[in-house]
């Protein structure tokens, strides 16, 4: 068996004291019966891998990297990191066609965004579904994200200028999503950011984030990501920027899995890069500054959080803004995971669990029946939308839909 040379990061597997409170929090285990579960595919593993890498399990590629394990675990130990390393030293699977696609994100909006509308209408058919199921195994019933034809780069460029005209400045990460399908969500921001007096550039030379890479095996191609988003944030931040985001699972990855799994040092800008959600809540509370509602909103919204938002241990950021809303009714969803986890709900072997993961939080939503679920992360949204009858919102969109002043 091949092992791949890395320096990983260190393991704590040695604190373990087997009280398997990771298994029990694993959403995975109930729905996969081939799936060890965090205790045996993370410590107890690594003791008998580390002896002999004949012991290494690939029915690890079902951790979904939620990282529930670690946040439930007393003893701190990195459940999640030790088994996406021991994939990444011991699993010398090629990288199928398929997860290549998935995870390409950068290449397939590239490619797909000047001719968006025959992409969004041809991967809309059950036709397109059903072949690239049989040919792929990308599960059928799954909603593709829609492209947008214009992105979010070249709409903040024609606007550079008065954004340069704030005496504060802030740089956005914007990610795949904001770019390829969903632009609104940066011009939410801009239009929040704008009206705290603060101006927004772009993260100039920003790559994806490379969480979909690192899930799929492509740890090179991801550490190349790495070391481009680090290089611009280390641009920004020389210039006195914090770098602020929208999605949970971007900022989880450039602050957490980058050291982690990819080795990759950021501890140098790592307290810059933080949610627009924690960034507005303490500009609002550093300026004294106000933000201005519209009077006519009556809204009822159930917020989910998003897994790695949990483990960042920022939602209180989102409840916060979301409550500022006059007319804005929140109801906290119980503490459970959409089961999307990326591209790991759009492969056919995982749909089955994908959804039965899901359920509990599907079926809280249909009772509390609300006007609208909101939640910080994409790929929960698509999960959601896809899963129930209920549109999903950014918190950021919520709160820039409801501002009484515009641009
Ligand atoms: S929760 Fe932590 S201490 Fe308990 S079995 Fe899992 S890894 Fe070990
Ligand atoms: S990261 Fe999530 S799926 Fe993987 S072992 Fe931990 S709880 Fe289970």
Not at 261 to 272: E, K
């Amino acid at each position: 068996m091949k092992i791949q040379e890395h320096t990983l990061s260190a393991h704590n597997f040695e604190e373990c004291m087997k009280c398997t409170i990771c298994t029990a929090y694993c959403p995975v285990v109930p729905v996969n019966p081939l799936y060890p579960g965090p205790k045996q595919a993370g410590p107890d593993g690594e003791r008998l891998r580390l002896k002999d890498p004949y012991f290494f399990n690939k029915a690890l590629k079902y951790c979904m990297n939620c990282k529930r394990c670690e946040v439930a675990c007393p003893s701190g130990v990195n459940v999640a990191d030790i088994i996406q390393e021991a994939r990444m030293k011991y699993d010398d699977s090629p990288v199928r066609l398929r997860d290549r696609l998935l995870a390409s994100t950068d290449f397939m909006g590239t490619v797909a965004r000047p001719f968006a509308h025959v992409v969004n209408a041809v991967t809309g058919l059950k036709v397109t579904r059903l072949a690239l199921d049989a040919t792929l195994g990308i599960d059928s019933s799954r909603v593709f994200p829609k492209y947008s034809y214009r992105g979010f780069e070249s709409w903040l460029r024609r606007h550079r200028k008065e954004q340069a005209a704030f005496d504060k400045q802030v740089a956005y990460y914007h990610g795949c999503y904001v770019e390829y399908n969903y632009p609104k969500l940066g011009k939410d921001l801009v239009k929040i950011l704008n009206a705290l007096g603060i101006g927004v550039r772009l993260l100039e030379g920003e790559k994806c984030c490379g969480v979909a890479m690192i899930s799929n095996g492509m740890f090179k191609e991801a550490s190349r990501n790495a070391d481009r988003n680090l290089g611009a944030i280390r641009k920004a931040v020389s210039e006195g920027l914090k770098v602020v985001t929208t999605s949970s699972t971007c900022t989880f990855t450039i602050r957490d899995e980058y050291p982690a799994i990819l080795d990759a040092d950021n501890s140098d800008v790592r307290d810059s890069i933080i949610m627009a959600t924690r960034f507005i809540c303490q500009a609002l509370e550093s300026s004294g500054r106000e933000l201005r509602f519209r009077d006519d909103i009556k809204l009822k919204v159930a917020y989910h959080t998003p897994c790695h938002l949990a483990k960042l241990g920022w939602s209180i950021f989102s409840l916060q803004l979301l409550r500022m809303i006059p007319g804005v009714e929140t109801v906290l969803l119980e503490d459970n995971c959409c089961g999307i986890a990326g591209t790991y709900g759009f492969k056919k072997e995982n749909s089955d669990a994908s959804q039965k993961i899901g359920q509990d939080l599907f079926d809280e939503i249909s009772a509390v029946n609300p006007d609208y679920v909101v939640t910080d992360c994409e790929t929960c949204k698509w999960q959601i939308e896809m899963s129930t009858p209920y549109k999903v919102l950014n918190p950021i969109s919520l709160l820039a839909d409801s501002l009484a002043e515009s641009l």
